[in-house]
């Protein structure tokens, strides 16, 4: 079982370009989740998902932010137009239907925006 | 709003030399309580998850116990493989009641 995959690992893009990040839960999870982690704060809930529908965007910032999950292939968060702020470590976590074994996280993708 | 505070911020600790981490919350029907360790430039590994006040969960030297405010993850005779970052998170009834809310952390540190 390969957990939770995400790509790519380092991400650069210069202010007003689209960053695009990848997730790929783990093998029988049907549940994603992304988090963001600024430089020195803690880790913040996005988004929730499962195949073809957003749950729970609640964390979710109004405008350049969208998240999917289709059918086939992984989920993907985009940031359109990314400004400085945007730089942060982007993490997807992944659970069955039953959370008693919590939810498994993937290694992450560190944006920079230049 | 769910709030966790974790402290200390930081903890240094010689090998061999127990301490406890502590993790206040403040939620509206706590579903669930979770520690999760972070090492430098990975994601979060799962340790433990606790849902009621007196229920304590061991694993390895750590082991992990909840009241109704407050979660305690106690490291006995830590080593130096133990430095890590540690987090809390607390699941509670909002949104989709899927969603985790994060500590802080805190930063520990073992010296051989």
């Known amino acids: 079982n390969a957990g939770v995959m995400q790509n790519p690992r380092h991400l650069v893009r210069r202010r007003g370009q689209e960053a695009r990040l990848r997730c790929s839960p783990m093998?029988?999870?049907?549940?994603v989740y992304w988090y963001r982690q600024l430089p020195e704060e803690g880790l913040k809930f996005m988004v929730y998902?499962?195949?073809?529908?957003?749950?729970?965007e609640s964390g979710m910032p109004k405008e350049r932010f969208s998240a999917e999950f289709p059918k086939e292939g992984p989920s993907i968060l985009r940031i359109q137009q990314v400004v400085r702020g945007d730089s942060a470590a982007y993490f997807c976590?992944?659970?069955?239907?039953?959370?008693?074994?919590?939810?498994?996280f993937g290694s992450g993708t560190r944006l920079t925006v230049v | 709003e769910d709030q966790v505070t974790q402290s200390p911020e930081a903890l240094r600790l010689q090998e061999g030399e127990s301490s406890s981490l502590n993790c206040s919350y403040t939620v509206s029907g706590l579903r669930g309580l979770f520690w999760y360790r972070q090492d430098p430039g990975k994601g979060p590994e799962f340790l433990f998850t606790l849902y009621s006040a007196g229920e304590e969960k061991e694993k390895e030297r750590l082991k992990a116990t909840l009241t109704k405010k407050e979660s305690f993850l106690h490291i006995t005779a830590p080593k130096p493989e133990d430095s890590a970052t540690y987090l809390c998170?607390?699941?509670?009834?909002?949104?989709?009641?899927?969603?985790?809310?994060f500590g802080s952390g805190t930063q520990l540190t073992v010296l051989p």
């Open positions: 998902l499962q195949k073809e529908n957003i749950i729970d």
């Open positions: 093998k029988g999870h049907s549940h």
């Open positions: 998170a607390v699941q509670a009834p909002s949104g989709s009641a899927r969603q985790l809310t």
């Open positions: 976590a992944s659970s069955p239907s039953d959370t008693n074994y919590g939810y498994t």
